[in-house]
């Protein structure tokens, strides 16, 4: 079989360098995380020595912090009216649409007026996106004939997490027989996790056009223990089916699910919408909303806090296509990943390395597509607060861990032609800006900001800054408390009911969890992000570490 | 839904151009005057009170917010400010804003009318002795040891001497220790004088015959070391009585012409004005004067010099004319009369007394890198005195407690426009009074009654407030 990806200028991976490339690889390691560490050390020298400029700098960077969040409230609330508006579209009858469109006509056909608001806003978008892809002349394959291919990586997730991701698929509004299911299975597995998945599979085969359980053996060669590896050799798999089946790669959608993803009944619809309407279907990937509400009441409040913050990272995110790049479970043209090869397979962070790759393989033509419909997952468990507590710090310092995509994709832009200096550098900049912010943010605003005050010598008590400086960060942290109130309210609103007897009072109770965010942010999302860029600076690669995911019984 | 986000974006980029810009110039203390169409800086006043939520007033404006509070936008120039509450003397300041400057009046110690007060003892008392470095005072009815009383403000009051064999002894004289919390009583009749040695480290004071070690009764200062050997000028000697060992060593020094102990040093001025450090048992010896003409001849005032090593950073020598030198240029803090000293708890600054007035060291400003950078700034505090004997710092080195010709009067520094002095109460002539910092409270003998009383300077509850 040949890869188109073996003609690729740039091989995504930072194994098997030159001396020359290691380097380099070597020395942009060290961007982020000293970048990081320079603001941190740099404030907190700057505060004792020059605490005037120190606070300056403060003032301008909570101003910034606070614009920036209400902003952020302001799309998030944004991003959910554009979630809600399409909760009861017919995603199917959609694509069905599409079908009929006429390439020969400039415009688009009359469609009747729905009603109630959302239905009119929803067809409005639809309208629109119609008249982008009749403009564009990119045909799309006919509904019928496009086929799911999902891939479900185990390896100690029992059959109780995997299997109502199954049952969701099968259950889903689109027909399970254009499925493909695959359970990616380690072959390292245990025995009664491999024996789960064999039943799985017996028990649910019919409903699908195949349900394939894949081992994947362990350590072939150019393979680190990574998610991607095991992937890609299913994704193999897969289309070695698809050649037999004569199904072409540019009708087929594939799916990474984590085995605990449970789409929505009309994931799989909306998907083959949004494939079918994108003009450059087989240069994107589709990003559904990862929401983690498969358990979020039975995990303790800070658990909850930050995975509810993490979905509305994720809406605000849905906003920007332009800015947007996969995370956790995702779609893929099927064409696109086996013209690169699929997943890079020695990366931990194969989420969002799969964009990378992607961008640097189309020389920046590739895009990820958000769509208004969720999935599912769960929120990290542990047997009690403190393993669920290490548990969460260990998810979140992988997920920051692809900051190890950065210095690959940075020798990727250097090394690959054809890609323009502009983007290279908006890419280069914006990540730079990501890691920097996530690892010291709360820490300036939670302890740095407070350094020029306590260190004050006299001649700094004696400024007007030294008096009003403080005045300012709290009118400023008080205005703040508005776009913790419109987390709560969005929470209350978003979070699936809970089983129990006061749901009112316990949705309550978890608005008041919000007051727990500095907390949580201090310390399961800045800390594990400066711990895994510390990683990476001195060179203490890490290694992937299979979540525990535990679900009450 | 990317036009909308593009169109906010633009709109909150836009609010943060402008409104970051003007955040920090208001932060540095500029307003926008639309008068006169251009920025002006202004400065800010911070004041806070003991006790808290007192009224302000700028001029004649009355602010809203109360003690503490930070008033801003203040256009550069002098105000008068006055802070008020109720039961409390009305505090008026004037004060100098400056551009671009925060003035900070902070925990100003508002006086109430009428000082609270508490009576110790329903009898009169003949004296109030302080200690060194303690928390204890003895309070006497009579010169007889029987009538000597401790004051621990855990215990109370109790019987110093209750018992043989020295409780019917009648006390001529009392000297205390320079740099220790002991001192030494002389008592009992011409033929059968005793010296006795009390130690106050210890609730429950210690007492020692020491007539046999201590050669003659000693004049001038004496000093210990670790509590254990007593050390005392005689004419140019410095004799040495070793408690332990029952043993008095004659001349253990001599041609000497100043002294002081501090940690395990004994400090030294020779006659030919040399200035050495030794050992106790004059091992190591380094001599600290550095052989300058300049050091030679700052001792040529006085006969004597009292030195005080305890603040590394500022060597002191009083001289027995009152000359108080220190180790850094010029050298020179007073040429005359002055009595005594006492260092704030910064150990920066030092506040030395005459007869007749309070004056206030500053050597916290002695890294200016100016080409005759002077090593401190002395200045003036008070010179109404009549006869200043003692002298204490009051919280946060702000006010000073004294004793002028057995008037105490609580003077508040740095606030001379007008001058900050006030006069608590009369104490009975020629006694002492005792003040502890840390509970604020002081002691002395009523004036009329005889009475021991406690008042209370700041009160407990705003102690650590701001």
């Not at chain 1, 320079?38 to 020298?45: A, F, K, P, R």
Request: aromatic share 14%; proline share 4%.
């Amino acid at each position: 079989m040949i890869y188109w990806s073996q003609f690729m200028e740039f091989k995504y991976t930072r194994h098997n360098l030159s001396k020359k490339e290691q380097l380099l690889e070597r020395f942009l390691e060290l961007i982020p995380g000293g970048l990081s560490w320079l603001i941190l050390i740099g404030m907190t020298v700057l505060s004792f020595t020059k605490p005037i400029a120190a606070s300056v700098i403060i003032i301008a960077f909570i101003l910034f912090w606070f614009i920036k969040m209400v902003y952020m409230n302001m799309l998030l609330i944004l991003s959910y009216t554009r979630f809600n508006v399409e909760r009861n579209t017919n995603w199917l009858g959609r694509t069905e649409e599409i079908d009929k469109l006429d390439f020969s006509q400039k415009d688009i056909p009359d469609f009747p007026k729905p009603s109630g608001w959302r239905s009119r806003i929803s067809l409005e978008i639809h309208k629109y996106h119609l008249k982008r892809l009749l403009k564009s002349g990119s045909v799309p394959p006919k509904s019928k004939h496009i086929y799911h291919a999902v891939i479900m990586p185990v390896v100690k997730e029992e059959q109780d997490v995997v299997e109502p991701g199954i049952i969701a698929i099968k259950n889903g509004s689109y027909p399970a027989k254009r499925i493909i299911l695959t359970i990616a299975l380690e072959e390292r597995a245990a025995q009664n996790i491999k024996e789960q998945m064999f039943n799985l599979r017996d028990k649910y085969k019919d409903a699908f056009l195949e349900f394939f359980v894949i081992l994947h053996p362990s350590d072939l060669p150019g393979e680190a223990r990574v998610k991607g590896a095991n992937t890609t050799y299913a994704a193999h798999k897969v289309e070695h089916y698809l050649n037999e089946q004569k199904i072409p790669f540019e009708n087929v959608i594939i799916s990474c699910f984590d085995a605990d993803t449970v789409p929505v009944a009309d994931y799989f619809s909306c998907l083959a919408y949004y494939f079918m309407i994108t003009p450059k279907r087989t240069r994107s990937s589709y990003q559904p909303i990862p929401v983690y509400f498969n358990n979020i009441w039975d995990v303790p409040g800070f658990a909850r806090i930050l995975d509810v913050g993490s979905s509305f990272f994720q809406f605000v995110e849905a906003t920007d296509p332009k800015k947007l790049i996969t995370f956790s479970s995702h779609s893929s043209s099927f064409k696109a990943l086996a013209d690169m090869d699929y997943w890079p397979t020695d990366i931990i962070s194969d989420d969002s390395a799969i964009f990378w790759k992607a961008l640097l393989f189309y020389k920046g033509d590739y895009h990820t597509v958000p769509m208004p419909i969720a999935v599912s997952m769960d929120v990290i468990a542990g047997r009690n607060r403190r393993e669920t507590f290490v548990n969460i710090y260990k998810q979140k310092r992988r997920w920051a861990w692809g900051v190890e995509n950065f210095p690959i994709v940075t020798r990727g832009f250097i090394h690959t032609s054809g890609f323009s200096l502009s983007k290279k550098i908006y890419y280069t900049v914006r990540s730079i800006n990501k890691f920097a912010t996530w690892a010291t943010w709360s820490f300036v605003l939670a302890f740095i900001s407070w350094f020029p005050v306590l260190a004050a010598g006299k001649e700094f008590a004696s400024t007007t800054v030294y008096y009003i400086a403080p005045r300012i960060r709290f009118i400023i942290f008080l205005l703040a408390g508005v776009g913790i109130v419109t987390c709560m309210v969005t929470s209350m609103i978003l979070l699936p009911r809970k089983k129990t007897k006061h749901p009112l009072f316990k949705k309550f109770l978890h608005a008041g969890e919000w007051l727990l965010i500095p907390f949580v942010v201090i310390f399961l999302s800045s800390l594990p992000a400066l711990d895994a860029q510390t990683r990476l600076m001195f060179g203490k690669y890490m290694e992937f570490w299979v979540t525990d995911k535990y679900r009450k019984k | 839904m990317l036009f909308v986000r593009k169109v906010l974006c633009f709109i909150f980029t836009f609010i943060y151009i402008i409104s970051c810009p003007l955040v920090i110039l208001y932060a540095l203390g500029y307003i926008y005057k639309p008068v006169a169409g251009q920025f002006i800086q202004t400065g800010v006043l911070h004041i806070s009170s003991i006790p808290q939520n007192a009224d302000v007033y700028l001029e004649e404006s009355h602010f809203t917010n109360r003690t503490p509070v930070t008033i801003s936008n203040l256009l550069a120039g002098t105000y008068r400010i006055t802070v008020k509450k109720k039961n409390y003397k009305p505090w008026i300041h004037d004060v100098n804003i400056e551009e671009g400057k925060a003035t900070a009046l902070t925990n100003i110690l508002l006086l109430p009318y009428t000082w609270p007060s508490k009576n110790l003892t329903t009898y009169s008392c003949k004296d109030l002795i302080t200690v060194k470095n303690s928390r204890l005072f003895i309070i006497t009815t009579s010169n007889e040891l029987r009538n000597f009383q401790l004051y621990d403000p855990d215990k109370g009051l109790r019987s110093l001497f209750n018992q043989a064999p020295f409780f019917n002894l009648t006390v001529k004289k009392l000297k205390k220790m320079t740099n220790s919390d002991s001192m030494i009583i002389s008592a009992g009749s011409f033929l059968d004088k005793k010296l006795l040695y009390l130690n106050f480290n210890e609730n429950e004071p210690n007492t020692l015959d020491i007539t046999n070690i201590l050669k003659n009764e000693p004049d001038f200062e004496i000093w210990q070391n670790d509590r254990k050997d007593i050390f005392y000028r005689q004419d140019k000697c410095i004799n040495v009585s070793k408690i332990d060992s029952n043993e008095p060593i004659s001349c253990f020094l001599e041609n000497i012409k100043g002294f002081g102990i501090f940690d395990k040093w004994l400090y030294t001025i020779e006659s030919n004005n040399v200035f050495t450090r030794m050992t106790f048992d004059l091992q190591k010896q380094e001599n600290l004067s550095q052989e300058t003409f300049a050091v030679k001849q700052l001792f040529k005032h006085s006969d004597f010099y009292t030195i005080d090593a305890q603040n590394k950073e500022a060597v002191l020598f009083l001289g027995a004319h009152g000359d108080l030198i220190v180790n850094m240029p010029p050298y020179y803090i007073a040429s005359d009369n002055v009595l005594g000293y006492k260092f704030a708890q910064n150990k920066k600054t030092l506040v030395y007394w005459t007869k007749t007035s309070l004056a206030f060291v500053d050597f916290s400003g002695n890294k200016t890198g100016e080409f005759f950078s002077e090593g401190f700034k002395i200045q003036n505090l008070y010179t109404g005195g009549k006869d200043i004997k003692q002298v204490f710092w009051v919280r946060d080195d702000k006010h000073i407690l004294f004793n002028d010709a057995d008037n105490i009067n609580l003077l508040e520094i740095f606030a001379h426009e007008p001058l900050h002095v006030e006069t608590i109460s009369r104490i009975k002539k020629d006694t002492e009074i005792f003040y502890d910092d840390n509970e604020k409270l002081m002691f002395y003998i009523d004036e009329k009654s005889g009475i021991l009383k406690q008042v209370v300077i700041v009160p407990k509850e705003s102690i650590f407030s701001n």
